[in-house]
């Protein structure tokens, strides 16, 4: 038979590490159920139309067409399937729900992403108030602490600051649009020849340090402080600020802001935040409030805030050890069937030896260093290793 490979981007996952994920999923999922979250599972197929106003960062789908002829794609995101899932069953809210589950991206080819990713994530619908944002940000620093000592630097933003900045200097729609990608992208001569024209305004000076304004929240707040900030932008500048210090008395936290770098989803509309480790450059956590999401879907908007979790590249930096001891064998014959049904769940951690004869299982017993039990003809267990 010729040897069938794996579609590109995806993988097998199997001993140590599948286990590893488990334990670290099932520990989330306690966590989260010990908090009165809610479990929602939504199917890996949704129709295209649940991601279409969404340019989910550009990310290529997985598209199939189910037998109506009807387009429906790997979902790429669990957020919007969760909005699509509240707009047509009619839950009490507020509520906070949890989710674990894959979403598939096409990675570009070499970038060594894979296209199947475990997340796991919350969404914490119908609060208006500051308090959503900081139960993700204390379940991120709960789990930083609990699983990777504390290593999680926070980095706050806002969804609307870029633009509320933009909106004060023009209406020029164009011009906005190509400040904007000239910052996304730290492209900083043609940035600042784009900015040039501004140079009466007050606001030049801040414009000018726009694009440094990223790390630790302390001299990011110092930098702003000395150029000024008026109007909207001052407002959802100190909100962040505010966020900061809050979030910095936590144990172990380490906080920095960015003022100037893409929202990590289109759909946040407020205070948006990512965990991340030194030396890593994916974000292990990502979230942010979505006050309009939950509009696209019905009729009336939702106050909603949400985050998810990278649950694979947790399972690689996780300090979580996969239970390795060793488990004795038990030999049996077909005929002691029911007897083995007893002592099994007299013991749970006696491993079944399926060798063909009391020879093979010794072999096998010693070369594990494991001890090889029999039943003798009172049914009860004897060393036979
Ligand atoms: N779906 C978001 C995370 C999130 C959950 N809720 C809100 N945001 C992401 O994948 O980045």
């Not at 993988?11 to 994920?21: I, Y």
């Amino acid at each position: 038979m010729h040897k069938v490979n794996l579609p590109l981007g995806t993988r097998d996952e199997f001993g140590k590490r599948a286990q590893r994920k488990t334990q670290l999923i099932d520990l989330i999922e306690t966590e989260l159920q010990q908090r009165n979250y809610m479990k929602v599972t939504t199917p890996v197929l949704e129709y295209q139309e649940v991601f279409a106003d969404f340019d989910l960062k550009q990310m290529q789908t997985y598209q199939l067409l189910d037998n109506n002829n009807e387009t429906v794609v790997l979902r790429p995101d669990l957020t919007l399937p969760i909005a699509r899932f509240l707009s047509t069953n009619n839950l009490k809210l507020p509520q906070k729900f949890y989710y674990v589950g894959d979403r598939f991206k096409i990675a570009p080819p070499l970038s060594g992403r894979y296209n199947q990713q475990t997340q796991a994530g919350i969404e914490i619908v119908g609060y208006a108030s500051a308090k959503a944002e900081c139960e993700c940000l204390l379940l991120i620093n709960r789990l930083s602490r609990r699983l990777l000592q504390g290593k999680i630097q926070l980095e706050l933003g806002d969804a609307r600051f870029i633009d509320t900045i933009l909106n004060e200097l023009s209406s020029n729609q164009a011009l906005k649009q190509a400040i904007k990608a000239a910052l996304y992208q730290k492209n900083l001569p043609h940035y600042l020849q784009l900015i040039s024209r501004f140079i009466e305004q007050p606001m030049f000076k801040f414009l000018k340090i726009w694009p440094r304004l990223f790390g630790d929240y302390q001299e990011v707040q110092a930098q702003v402080l000395k150029v000024g900030l008026s109007g909207q932008a001052r407002e959802l500048f100190e909100k962040i600020m505010q966020f900061a210090d809050w979030t910095s008395q936590l144990p172990n936290q380490q906080v920095t802001v960015d003022l100037s770098s893409a929202p990590p989803q289109e759909y946040y509309t407020g205070l948006t935040f990512k965990g991340f480790m030194q030396d890593i450059s994916d974000y292990l956590f990502s979230g942010g409030r979505y006050d309009q999401l939950l509009q696209n879907f019905q009729s009336q908007p939702e106050p909603a805030v949400g985050m998810g979790i990278d649950i694979d590249r947790l399972v690689d930096e996780a300090v979580i050890s996969a239970n390795s001891h060793k488990h004795d064998l038990l030999f049996f014959e077909p005929a002691q069937l029911a007897l083995v049904s007893q002592i099994c769940e007299q013991y749970p951690e006696l491993e079944l030896s399926l060798s063909l004869d009391l020879r093979h299982a010794q072999r096998n017993a010693q070369s594990l260093g494991v001890k090889l039990y029999r039943l003798n003809a009172q049914g009860d267990l004897e060393d036979a290793t």
